[in-house]
């Protein structure tokens, strides 16, 4: 059975760091495409990371370039979010997903084949 696990959320002041991992099973880890996706309340869920299953490239969105940082072990197949300088407009639910090709356009992360139950991180200001 295919399972992606998120953990790590929680409450967090604004400023503060969190971070989120995604514990994968079932599937080749390491011959899949990692990414983190986020719904805040009453919005659109959004692709904000994604890295390539050889590590060799990343992607993040605009509105967490330079604070957040994604990685993964392929070893342990696990994920990683670190999430640096949070603010209160950074509190969603999220998601980690698996793809076998995924790609990124105009900001836009296609092609997640698995995905995960998510895990909240809420920011207070």
């Known amino acids: 059975e295919v399972q992606l696990v998120e953990s790590g959320g929680g409450l967090v002041q604004a400023g503060g760091s969190l971070r989120v991992s995604c514990a994968a099973s079932g599937f080749a880890f390491d011959d899949y495409d990692i990414g983190w996706f986020r719904q805040a309340p009453g919005k659109e869920r959004e692709g904000i990371s994604l890295i390539s299953r050889g590590e060799s490239s990343t992607y993040y969105t605009d509105s967490v370039k330079g604070r957040f940082t994604i990685s993964r072990d392929n070893a342990k197949s696990t994920a990683y979010l670190q999430m640096n300088s949070l603010k209160p407009e950074d509190t969603a639910v999220y998601y980690c997903?698996?793809?076998?090709?995924?790609?990124?356009?105009?900001?836009?992360?296609?092609?997640?084949?698995?995905w995960g139950e998510g895990t909240l991180v809420t920011v207070s200001s």
């Open positions: 997903a698996a793809g076998r090709h995924a790609t990124v356009v105009i900001e836009t992360i296609f092609g997640m084949d698995y």
